[in-house]
């Protein structure tokens, strides 16, 4: 059966970039001049996916709104003759996806999330993609993974490599054995091992494909780590009666869920975009010089 719905979770509470999200979903927090949720989607469409599903909560209405045509400002645009930016925001409302959406009441773990998204799923195989997480490869992860389940039918989660002493930031895999090359065959999954018992260095980075018999088992998932209901959980239940593959990303993962990880997207991204990669590429040089000069005369003291 053809992929192509996915289900992407917006609905948590954003505490790591407080203040800045007491009002703004975390999700709409701009890399240069794009939020990372569009990154998300634009991520889905490349990737075949035609119906995606948001999953919401509580002041994430701008979300929608910004998938939303603004008649409004269209005019405005239009009337002043700034054309380019008129097609820029018609281009968002008119990314050739079609977009739902559906709350989460109460922030009771990805797992909730996810089994939010059953009846818009029914009995199909579907992606999962979060957005703390920015992707960068040739062929988009979520497509990698989809070309996977056409050849296994069989739910395979994305991984990569981590420092070791960061693994209990992660839900992490017990590897088996390699099936084919980066096809990795799971004996478990751990949600957030501590250091000194993490099977692996093997992280679960935010992408999934996963096949509807997940639902049955959200549906009778019993909370985890955090007293919340972890998809992690669910799919190492799912992985003890049918298989479930981990494959290996070899792209560049950009981590937007942190501050630091945020803030070094956004130099990174800022420098290949065309209306400032030159500004700030000459800023940045000036400031290492600057820094460079600092800590030598710190030295000196």
């Known amino acids: 059966m053809k992929v ?49 599903l948001i999953v919401t909560g509580k002041n994430k209405r701008s979300i929608e709104d910004h998938f939303d045509a603004n008649p409004e400002l269209e005019q405005d645009l239009e009337e002043k003759g700034k054309t380019d930016l008129l097609h820029l925001t018609q281009s968002i409302t008119n990314l050739g996806v079609n977009l739902y959406y559906t709350r989460q009441p109460h922030p009771a773990g990805l797992g909730d999330a996810i089994l939010r998204a059953r009846s818009f799923v029914g009995d199909e195989p579907f992606a999962v993609m979060l957005g703390d997480d920015l992707m960068d490869d040739k062929v988009p992860l979520t497509k990698q993974l989809i070309d996977r389940y056409d050849k296994t039918h069989a739910s395979t989660i994305a991984v990569m490599p981590v420092p070791h002493e960061e693994v209990s930031k992660y839900g992490v895999i017990d590897p088996d054995s390699e099936i084919e090359p980066g096809l990795i065959n799971v004996k478990a999954f751990v949600e957030k091992p501590d250091v000194d018992k993490a099977p692996s260095d ?80 000459e800023y940045i040089i000036n400031m290492a010089q600057k820094l460079q000069k600092e800590d030598k005369n710190s030295k000196k003291k």
């Not at 935010?206 to 019993?222: C, M, N, S, V």
């Not at 993962?253 to 400032?276: A, C």
């Open 4 to 52: 192509r719905k996915a289900v992407i979770p917006a609905a948590g509470l954003g505490t790591r970039f407080l203040p800045a999200t007491k009002a703004m979903p975390k999700e709409m927090v701009p890399i240069v001049d794009k939020p990372t949720i569009q990154f998300i989607v634009e991520e889905a469409k490349k990737s075949g996916i035609e119906d995606i």
């Open 202 to 281: 093997y992280a679960i980075i935010g992408r999934y494909l996963l096949t509807p018999e997940i639902f049955d088992i959200l549906a009778h998932q019993k909370p985890g780590r955090g007293g919340e209901i972890q998809l992690t959980d669910a799919i190492d239940t799912m992985n003890k009666t049918q298989r479930v593959f981990a494959h290996v990303f070899n792209g560049e993962r950009h981590d937007v869920g942190n501050k630091e990880g945020y803030l070094e997207t956004s130099i990174e991204y800022g420098l290949s975009h065309p209306q400032i990669k030159d500004d700030l590429r």
